[in-house]
């Protein structure tokens, strides 16, 4: 018989695998891969899980302990100036849906893209209540930079005009893994119930099994859009404020396309584009046949204040 390797603990061969379908605060639930799902708790800070996060874990009595993280792919978070949030982990898109109604900050919306493409997560944007026609209207005009960027915008009506979205969106997600990320108010739970067969009974299941004396409401959620479960939707809580301080002044360029588009043609090779002679991009502000928005440099300046802060102060 073949000798266990030393430094190899027993218990490794005990461990079932997992995908975290959602968090609350410390502890998490876990799928299993025969769909069962159990709260599992972390062992020590190590092991601290987030949503789409493959895991190694150890059952005891009817819960488990998160034993291993696997590696990730990407982790889209957050950071303000003292905590990390961690929305979810493995992506392939995050999908931005903001709406016409209630208005949303294009400020918030840069920095969610922003958090993306440091991450090299594909970011979607999509407008939805395309029923409110006036607001609509004013939305889609304040998305026009948006809208020329590579990302373009996706127009919907998740209540109006389901199934047409349906398809559309299906198109667009299948085969992937998608955060559906946005402020409160925007429809992100509609898309979810829409593309989701039996979300509700889902989110139901899901409330149950975090009932048993902890706490009850879920942050952020994985759905299985298919049986196959090849296509599956985060929902996450709607946000306000979306910190940005593990991203580098000097980076800031580099993740808004808009701009780094015309970094390339600055003399300096470290120009801040904020006040150097020589600057490719200072003069397509508003100018040009690939023209940057005066609302998106002014939110880059603003940015680079900011981080600049944080970092040296
Ligand atoms: N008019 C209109 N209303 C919509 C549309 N889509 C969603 N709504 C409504 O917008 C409201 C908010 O939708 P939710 O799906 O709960 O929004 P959410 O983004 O999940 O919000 P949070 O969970 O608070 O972050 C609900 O009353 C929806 O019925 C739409 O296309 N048109
Ligand atoms: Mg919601
Ligand atoms: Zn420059």
Same mark, same amino acid.
């Given at each position: 018989m073949p000798k266990q390797r030393s430094g190899v603990p027993h218990a490794t061969a005990a461990l079932h695998t997992g995908i975290v379908i959602a968090s609350h605060g410390r502890h998490c639930v876990v799928e299993a891969p025969d769909g069962?799902?159990?709260?599992?708790?972390?062992?020590?800070?190590?092991?601290?899980?987030?949503?789409?996060?493959?895991?190694?874990?150890?059952?005891?009595e009817d819960e488990g302990t998160i034993e291993k993280v696997d590696a990730r792919r990407n982790l889209f978070y957050r950071q303000d100036e003292i905590r990390t949030k961690s929305f979810a982990a493995n992506l392939d898109h995050v999908l931005i849906l903001v709406a016409a109604d209630p208005d949303f900050s294009e400020h918030q919306l840069t920095r969610a893209l922003i958090a993306a493409e440091a991450e090299r997560? =594909?970011?979607i944007i999509a407008l939805n209540k395309s029923d409110l026609i006036e607001p609509f209207e004013r939305a889609w005009a304040k998305l026009a930079p948006y809208r020329r960027m590579h990302y373009g915008v996706l127009p919907l009506s998740l209540t109006a005009s389901g199934d047409v979205d349906r398809v559309s969106l299906l198109k667009l997600l299948s085969g992937k893994t998608t955060l559906v990320l946005g402020p409160s108010g925007a429809g992100k739970s509609t898309l979810i119930n829409l593309l989701v067969p039996g979300a509700l009974a889902l989110t139901g299941e899901?409330?149950?099994?975090? =009932?048993?004396?902890?706490?009850?409401?879920?942050?952020?959620?994985?759905?299985w859009v298919d049986k196959a479960e090849q296509t599956a939707l985060i929902d996450s809580p709607g946000f306000q404020e979306f910190g940005l301080h593990h991203i580098e002044p000097m980076q800031l360029a580099s993740l808004m396309p808009d701009i780094a588009e015309h970094a390339s043609n600055c003399k300096f090779y470290n120009c801040t584009h904020l006040h150097e002679p020589g600057c490719g991009v200072m003069p397509q502000v508003e100018a040009g046949d690939r023209p940057i928005s005066a609302a998106r440099y002014k939110i880059y300046g603003e940015l680079f204040a900011e981080l600049s802060q944080s970092r040296y102060s």
């Open positions: 069962k799902h159990v709260i599992c708790h972390p062992r020590g800070k190590k092991s601290q899980a987030v949503v789409g996060d493959r895991v190694r874990w150890q059952a005891s997560i =594909a970011p899901i409330s149950k099994a975090l =009932a048993s004396g902890k706490h009850t409401t879920t942050s952020t959620s994985w759905y």
